[in-house]
């Protein structure tokens, strides 16, 4: 097969890079051509990117607009392609480059990264009301809609979107994995990350601050919190505010983000870690958390959650502020538990999250794509 996939900023360093570089590698590894189109120059290499990188001249003023070069290309060589994957969630550039694509015979695939969760779409709701139905004219034209999780198909079928569904969780390279996970010596006072954007509504950062005095009145054990990663949309003062208004902190830090160290060297000075998302696609850091074999604490509302429930490789809460408190204190009364823990969710990730595996996995259901072998309202995995 011939594919491509669409990414405006790739590389770059976020989770979605990270996902559209692995799957594609993986099925680049797998046998198959496979190009990533971008806007950017970097070429990232190395003996495993197999995934040849295709830049194209920016927009002149507005991002979400298909640049000019990008769109001659596409009406002159997008059939050379049997399949194209489109990134993005509420991005008018989906709809456009879809429309482009239809219109040039090509065969495409819209490949989301978050979900149409309700919490997500009470945030600006009137904005997303009024876009949706031009969004939805992508999803309702493309081949199949690609997903990380399960958790997404249920949010596509009550927008009646009713193409086939692609599930390629996100994954990792052994060899870019600790050969053995680190961890602090315990100092008496339990450690808890979180590690990523800090966002307080969709993240929930607010709510993990409301559980820790929930789980302080509730004469919980004392522990600690750093919230580490760069500040979103200027949320880390309204944070700072609310820990003051609660009393936290002496037990809260903020210590901004952290671009020198890999993860994994980040996780080894903590006890668990904590991703207290409304909405969650899947949550990369679940998968990084697990790989060195630290245990967590998540929302259901996060798609690597199924991953956590399916190894047993720590909490699976709701998405509440007394949800969360509880996970905290069932967490901190299995404290002798958490080696354990953590060592079942790296075996599990070993075992089934590698981009190798997950690669091989996209590509069969791409095969099925273009052989029409993939029956409508149908979910692969």
Known sequence: MKLAHFLPYYPAPCGTTKSVGGMANGVARAG????????????PSGPRHLAKVRSFSPPRQFRWLPSAELRAFIASHARDYDLIGIHGIFNPLLPLTAWLLKRAGARFIACQHGSYHPALMRKDHGRKRLYM???????????????????????????????????????????????????????????????????????????????????????????TLDCVGPD??????????????????????????????????????????????????????????MVNALPVIVTSETGAAEHVRACNSGWVVPAKSDGLASGLAAALKAEDTW?????????????????????????????????RTAQPAMVYV
């Open 232 to 289: 979103w949309r200027g949320d880390l003062a309204k944070l700072q505010r609310l820990a003051a208004k609660l009393g936290l902190n002496s037990q809260v830090r903020f210590p901004g983000p952290d671009y020198q160290h890999p993860p994994h060297e980040i996780m080894s000075a903590y006890d668990l870690l904590v991703l207290p998302s409304r909405s969650e696609g899947f949550g990369f850091v679940v998968l990084e958390a």
């Open 339 to 371: 080696p354990e823990m953590g060592q079942r969710g790296r075996d599990y990730a070993f075992a089934h999250l590698q981009w190798d595996e997950i690669g091989r996995r996209a590509a069969a259901n791409y095969e099925r794509l273009l052989n």
């Open 133 to 223: 139905p031009i969004e939805k004219y992508a999803l309702r034209r493309c081949a199949a809609v690609q997903v990380p999780a399960t958790n997404d198909v249920n949010f596509l079928r009550e927008r009646n979107i009713r193409c086939p569904i692609i599930i390629v969780p996100n994954g990792f390279d052994a060899e870019d994995a600790p050969a053995q996970p680190r961890r602090a010596p315990s100092s008496g006072v339990p450690r808890l990350l979180f590690l990523g954007r800090l966002e307080m509504y969709v993240k929930g950062l607010d709510l993990l601050l409301e559980a820790l005095v929930k789980l302080r009145a509730n004469g919980g054990r004392q522990v």
């Open 32 to 43: 198959h051509d496979v190009e990533i189109w971008t806007y950017r120059t970097e070429k």
